[in-house]
């Protein structure tokens, strides 16, 4: 934590941040999105007490003026780290207090001994699920930056994503069943926040965890992305983020082709002689998109949605398991899921 300023006119400092970051820095995307967006909505922005975080919602309250009273600061503590996360909620709730805005907060009610980066992020979610209902919100902003994008990138490639993979964390993207989640901070590196926050004489709650060889990202962050900076000799992290909208155009675009196919029947069914002859990554695509409106389908490994893939491919007859309650089932022209 910046420890050297107190909050003191937090709502002056907040206008003073957004001189020294404009407006016009946000991801275009974000901005056009809140520029249609209804007056009415509510947005609820995720508050860790970090500086990326205290940085969207002191600028989401410098820009948008006509919307304090509908925007909702939330906050959850994962309770890992005694009682430094208590003093990150009660900072949280500081910070709201004084821009005048809405406050929610929880925490994990029985985390396990050794939980993971995906366990925890799903706990935060279940929370803002959970809460954005009751105050109408269907709008979610993260505090995603250039070096998460950089960090996330070699997460996934480790794991062996393709493009709707590594074209995350995208600036605006619609969560099935839950929200759209915004992150206009998509443009500016880390260390751009951090100095703009000084400047402002802004203090902010540092995660010392993050410092941690823990978590898989930590050691991306600590040990890989310096090392990718320093031999690439130029901006590698502004480099990061033009590919991964290079791969979210690519990737939007496959979508869209798979979607003028109308290959996918309203009853569920996967109509394979509308991709008969496609690229393989049409067929790849049109199979991850059924795979998606199976409701009751498991979780299917690399190699059994490959296996599948090539069945779709071929047009081979084929009943294979997706788990406890169901079978994926290849008869003549169609792929359909049977109990």
């Known amino acids: 934590m910046a420890k050297k300023h107190s909050l003191g006119d937090l709502k002056a400092k907040a206008l003073y941040l957004a001189q020294l970051i ?143 993979g590594l074209a995350a964390p995208r600036p605006v993207y619609t969560e099935s069943n839950f929200a759209v989640i915004l992150r206009p901070l998509l443009t500016l590196k880390k260390e751009e926040i951090k100095s703009a926050l000084t400047l402002a004489q802004v203090p902010w709650r540092e995660d010392r965890s993050n410092a941690a060889y823990t978590y898989f990202r930590n050691r991306i962050r600590l040990s890989v992305i310096p090392a990718w900076i320093e031999a690439s000799n130029r901006d590698a992290l502004r480099g990061a983020a033009y590919s991964r909208t290079l791969l979210e155009e690519d990737d939007d675009a496959i979508n869209q082709w798979v979607i003028s196919l109308n290959c996918l029947s309203p009853t569920g069914k996967l109509n394979l002689s509308r991709i008969t002859g496609k690229p393989k990554a049409i067929c790849r695509r049109a199979l991850y998109l059924w795979l998606n409106k199976q409701t009751q389908v498991g979780r299917l490994s690399a190699r059994g949605f490959e296996t599948l893939l090539a069945a779709v491919i071929a047009g081979k007859p084929t009943k294979q398991s997706l788990g406890p309650h169901g079978f994926a089932v290849i008869n003549t022209q169609w792929l359909f899921f049977h109990k």
């Open 22 to 164: 404009p407006k016009d820095k946000l991801h275009r995307s974000v901005l056009a999105w809140a520029d249609a967006c209804s007056k009415k909505e509510v947005w609820s922005v995720a508050f860790s007490s970090g500086a990326d975080s205290l940085a969207l919602l002191l600028l989401i309250w410098a820009y948008w003026p006509e919307k304090r009273k509908q925007i909702v600061a939330l906050h959850f503590d994962h309770r890992l780290r005694g009682a430094a996360s208590l003093k990150d909620e009660a900072f949280a709730k500081q910070v709201a207090l004084a821009l005048s805005i809405k406050f929610k907060s929880d925490f994990w009610k029985s985390p396990p001994d050794k939980p993971s980066e995906a366990l925890a992020r799903e706990a935060r979610f279940n929370f803002f699920k959970k809460v954005m209902p009751k105050v109408k919100s269907n709008s979610l902003w993260l505090g995603h930056q250039q070096d998460d994008i950089a960090e996330t990138f070699f997460m996934r490639l480790a794991r062996g994503s393709g493009t709707a």
